[in-house]
């Protein structure tokens, strides 16, 4: 199961709005088949198993990380080859949340006489969490990543920012953005730091534009400049604005190639969930939001963010104007406050990470 989820963790990025799956085929103690899931329409990794340990297959043992599909999508179900290879043992991790499947594909194969196990794993429900959330609700998963120093601020009361966190972890934001669908930053940002919002890979290259995550930017009144670098890079710009927007400035960044999209909301603002929803209809199955503080403070009290990803550098920027990264309303008395659930610490380089999940009061 370590070895399918290896498979399934190198394919993500590259197969949504399918769930990414590693699949491993086990004959007397020998590995026979491997295989991941490839581009949409593409085989799944139970199919890639399968052809790699040909007549192999028969009496033998598959792992895989999610239970197989059983329904006719832009592929057949992999129920049906599974049982023609002759598989005698199926040992998965997570039972799929696709309401089309959902229990059904572990049924098929029992009826087709094939033993059946469920092995549950913590780092296999972190991998399909994405997933289950779009297909369960139609949204993106929602994940908040910023950078800090350890008392708090994401940048000097100048507005001085490179670098807070060391190459390491920068380098662990350019891996979240290749396996997330979306990145997304509020005009301020746009404005002040002209970001290319890129996946790159190691040597600092842009990966290709199949395997870009689409640019999105939170902007009520269209003021993203349509010479922004962003709008030079390889992949999609999505611009969400809100009312009453100058057509002009609409006209010129859909010239510049941008997809601007309008979300009328309160007081001219961009009505968040009307986005999320749009952005889910589109396919997208996550989206990694950057900031700034105002975007991640927006979604925040909309209670909109179903992960935290905080970089925590040692060090101490100080100052009463320096910026945090999170703003909005936020609580008035503590028992309305955010706390993270299941929250874990990660020591990258010089840094920390910490993950979790906010839950407020009695959510």
Known sequence: MRRALDLARSALGSTSPNPSVGAVIVRDSSVVGEGHTLPAGQHHAEIGALQQA???ARSATLYCTLEPCCHYGRTPPCTDAIIAAGIAHVIYAVRDPNPRVAGGGESALRDAGITVERQPDPEADE???AFARHITTGLPFVVA???MSLDGKIATRTGASQWITGPEARA?????RKELDGIMVGIGT?????PQLTARDPNGDPLPSNLQPVRVVVDSQARTPPDARMLRQ???T????GGGVDRSRIARLEDAGADVREFPGPDGRVQLSAMLRSLGSDGMVSVLVEGGGQVLGALLDASLIDKVCAFVAPMLIGGAAASSPIGGNGATVMADVW???RARSEQIGPDWLITGYPARGGD
């Open 339 to 341: 706390t993270l659930e």
């Open 190 to 194: 746009t404005l002040t730091d002209d």
């Open 234 to 236: 390889p992949g999609r």
């Open 54 to 56: 040909g007549s192999a």
């Open 145 to 147: 990543k910023f950078a």
């Open 238 to 241: 999505i611009i969400a604005t």
């Open 172 to 176: 662990r934001v350019q891996q979240m």
């Open 127 to 129: 991998l399909y969490e």
